[in-house]
């Protein structure tokens, strides 16, 4: 067998500036409380020229796919889905990029035309495989893409929360179908990895914040042949290692990635970074090696931050 070499990039929580004012009838409690967040301080910390630099950086190292890890925008308006949905064109068209949602683009909507999973819903189907999967357009999620020996797994963890909740829930019925599809991917050689916007382990995240069902989560994911797990959320980057009964004694990386679009510190947040996983199979061995890059200190270069193999013993 052959060896076969893939890189998917990811980015997270660019958090995209809003275009223009929304009328009047979109805004309620939540959203009015969230703007007057983002005008007291995030709008300083996440600009588009911090997203701008790092995606060129992005395509400069060709990746053969990015992941979208969530929060492309900030009060869950039809405006902003419309905006992101022409930056996402700029990162590749939908064959080329994965999105999951995140808690800021499922603010306080519902699922309808003006929803994101609706504008957004080119970059979150499954393809041939995906489908032959019995993973359907109509179920939305997860969603199941191949890149080379990779199956890359979207999940959607993001759902209407009160003002000052941000949690999350994955749902038993998603839950059923990651264990049943990552089951058959892994039969066919392939290497699972999973996208989602929340932390998926207990413990990750504040209560106010955390996917609610982590414990149930956790269970899935040790008991499931998942290889990779990448998040975002925090605006953290980290690495945290899981237990996993399919890894023969390895330990199962999962990753949290820090803010996109970060110009400016904010709290421990890192400025904006994003992250190349090189995938390296040959014949049932796989090596994976995560790439962190982001903006140097003085916010006018994207530099390499950090480099580290994944697949622990």
Same mark, same amino acid.
């Given at each position: &067998?052959? !060896?076969? !070499?893939v890189t998917l990039a990811q980015i997270s929580d660019v958090h995209l500036p809003f275009p223009n004012w929304p009328p009047l009838p979109m805004w309620n409690i939540k959203r009015t409380l969230g703007l007057l967040n983002w005008h007291r301080g995030r709008r300083f910390v996440h600009r588009f020229e911090a997203v701008n630099l790092l995606v060129a950086d992005m395509k400069a190292h060709t990746p053969d796919h990015i992941a979208v890890t969530g929060d492309l925008v900030n009060l869950g308006l039809v405006q902003e889905y419309r /905006? /992101?949905?022409d930056w996402l064109k700029t990162l590749g068209s939908p064959d080329k990029v994965s999105v999951v949602p995140g808690n800021h683009d499922i603010y306080c909507t519902t699922n309808d035309e003006n929803d994101c999973r609706t504008v957004w819903a080119n970059y979150m189907?499954?393809?041939a495989l995906g489908r032959s999967f019995g993973l359907t357009d109509a179920d939305q999620f997860p969603f199941l893409r191949q890149i080379g020996p990779v199956a890359l797994l979207g999940i959607n963890s993001a759902h209407p929360t009160p003002p000052f909740i941000a949690q999350g829930c994955v749902g038993e019925n998603q839950r059923e179908r990651i264990a049943h599809v990552v089951g058959q991917a892994a039969a066919q050689g392939l290497f699972v990895c999973v996208m989602l916007h929340h932390p998926p382990l207990p413990g990750q995240a504040s209560k106010r914040r955390a996917l609610v069902d982590a414990d149930k &989560?956790? !269970?899935?994911?040790e008991q499931t042949p998942v290889g990779l797990i990448l998040y975002g959320h925090n605006h953290q980057d980290t690495v945290t290692w899981a237990k996993n009964a399919s890894l023969q004694g390895r330990k199962l990386a999962v990753c949290g990635a820090a803010s996109g679009s970060a110009l400016r510190r904010h709290k421990t947040e890192p400025l904006a970074r994003y992250y190349l996983y090189r995938f390296s199979q040959d014949g049932k061995d796989m090596s994976v090696e995560r790439i962190t890059r982001g903006l140097n200190e003085a916010r006018d270069d994207v530099v390499e931050i950090d480099r580290m193999q994944l697949l622990q013993t």
């Open positions: &067998m052959t !060896k076969q !070499k /905006a /992101a949905l189907q499954s393809d &989560m956790r !269970k899935t994911i």
